[in-house]
């Protein structure tokens, strides 16, 4: 090989190791998050415990495994130090309690969540929430970051709230939420199997399965319970009937 060659070889390579440097340089760059800078400071277990705590919450969650990051949801500018500035704009503060705030969550959460902001969009709590700002929104359920959707007692105690004996408002819905409730986790348990057993056997059963439960899921936050109670009825007696059908066969063998 010439020296000629050789020294082409050479300013080749070194032109893109500089692209190399530089692209990483950019990616450091782009992965600097001052919000988690900020809010993973010990020093905010005592300053401002619940600050700590939405951190560790979001730690390990399923929003940041999804690359889902604080600016995502709560606005801000996630690149500035200064906390004046990186508040800027339409930072939305986890510790609010003025109702135009309230309004905007669906809308923040919804820019993911398509599915269930459609059918929230149709509900009472989502006219009231707009009327008065005093309505149901995703996080009176659901908490800032849990994705935990179905706990019965949490979504019971939620209900509760509002839906009481003192209130007179409806306070038979707390019941209707735990009976539809029920059924959904008892259905979810009864798909889980069925996903299993009848993935390579009879793929039709695990869509069919799967695509009722996902409709309810997202329909729940209707609150429609007349409706919901149908659907979560017939969602338990089809998942039911799967498992019993795959017992028979099991037994056969």
């Not at 986890?94 to 509900?123: M, W, Y």
């Not at 179905?150 to 735990?178: F, L, Q």
Request: glycine share 6%.
């Amino acid at each position: 090989m010439s020296a000629l060659i050789q020294k082409h070889m050479f300013v080749i390579k070194l032109f893109f190791f500089a692209l190399l440097c530089t692209g990483l340089a950019a990616a450091g760059a782009f992965a600097k998050n001052t919000c988690i800078d900020c809010h993973k400071d010990e020093n905010f277990r005592v300053q401002n415990r619940a600050l700590f705590d939405y951190y560790n919450i979001w730690k390990g969650s399923s929003h940041e495994l999804a690359g889902v990051m604080c600016e995502d949801c709560h606005g801000g500018n996630s690149l500035k130090t200064n906390k004046d500035s990186a508040h800027k704009g339409t930072f939305l503060s986890l510790t609010s309690i003025e109702k135009s705030t309230f309004k905007v969550i669906p809308q923040r959460c919804g820019a993911c969540h398509e599915a269930v902001l459609k059918n929230f969009v149709d509900s009472k709590h989502y006219t009231a929430l707009l009327n008065e700002g005093t309505g149901p929104h995703c996080a009176t359920c659901h908490g800032s970051m849990n994705s935990e959707v179905y706990y019965t007692p949490i979504v019971k105690r939620a209900c509760a709230e509002c839906h009481n004996e003192y209130t007179k408002n409806s306070p038979e819905v707390v019941g209707e939420a735990d009976k539809i409730l029920h059924r959904i986790n008892v259905s979810r348990v009864f798909r889980n199997w069925i996903n299993i057993h009848y993935s390579d056997r009879a793929p039709e059963r695990t869509e069919e399965i799967n695509g009722l439960y996902r409709d309810i899921t997202n329909s729940w936050h209707t609150f429609d319970f007349t409706k919901l109670d149908e659907k979560s009825e017939n969602l338990l007696n089809k998942s039911k009937s799967l498992v019993n059908k795959a017992m028979a066969e099991k037994r056969k063998k």
